[in-house]
């Protein structure tokens, strides 16, 4: 990473930083309607903070997969990217999966970021899938 002031944050509870990066990135900026969920109440959230600025996170839970944990909402804000934030939030997401005895890690990628999922160890499975009219794939990757 090359940014040494950003820090990480785990809460067991949707953060308002959170929801803030996500309202941002995945409603104003490419027009999802449906960003929040039960999910979020179940989740463990990861936000990354330059300073006190919310600046990208992610959220996880367990799937009913044995030893699978799901990674979702990956989001950075537009003017922290290309800064390998995205990497960052997932090794910090993967970290905190193998101390909880994951084994292995499932995604819902936009299939427009599906590359940089590749990039960082993760496989596509299955059929392309549309999230409010967006195309998806799902990956995985053993941990």
Known sequence: MENNKIESRVYYTLPDEAVLIRQEVFVNEQGFKEEFDSTDKEAVHIVLFDGNVPVATCRFFKDNEEDTYIIGRVAVINAYR??????????????????????????????????????????????????????????????
């Open 82 to 143: 290309g800064q390998n934030l995205g990497s960052f939030i997932l090794e910090k997401a993967c970290q905190l999966i193998k101390e909880a005895g994951g084994k292995k890690i499932c995604l819902h990628s936009q299939k427009r970021v599906k590359d940089f999922y590749e990039k960082q160890g993760y496989c596509m499975y299955g059929d392309e899938d549309l999230d409010e009219g967006c195309p998806h794939v799902w990956l995985y990757k053993e941990i």
